[in-house]
């Protein structure tokens, strides 16, 4: 069995920041990739960002710049720094990852989500 904990959603002012946290637990033997998506009302779940086990990171074209996402692989926890949050990233974050189980299956999972409100 395994779990995605996500912290760190809320309501923040324009402009400002957010840091988004996801840790993994259970029958892990490896993660290979974690990451953050998000799910617009009506819409398909988007990448946000990724990020592969040796520090690789990917971004989606609308939050270069403003967002970066890090990873400790010693606590199976990823992060994503938000800054220059804008109205329309308001949404549902969910967090991602692809991991090797304990019993060798290469699975991926989703935590529960975790809200992300921006005030313009």
């Known amino acids: 069995q395994v779990q995605l904990v996500e912290s760190g959603g809320g309501l923040v002012q324009a402009g400002g920041s957010l840091r988004l946290s996801c840790s993994a637990s259970g029958s892990i033997l490896s993660i290979n990739v974690m990451g953050w998506y998000r799910q617009p009302p009506g819409k398909q779940r988007e990448l946000v960002a990724t990020?592969?086990?040796?520090?690789?990171?990917n971004y989606a074209d609308s939050v270069k710049g403003r967002f970066t996402i890090s990873r400790d692989n010693a606590k199976n926890t990823v992060y994503l720094q938000m800054n220059s949050l804008k109205p329309e990233d308001t949404v549902v974050y969910y967090c991602y990852a692809r991991l090797v189980t304990s019993y060798g299956g290469v699975l991926s999972y989703w935590g529960q989500g975790t809200q992300v409100t921006v005030s313009s």
């Open positions: 990020i592969t086990r040796d520090g690789s990171p």
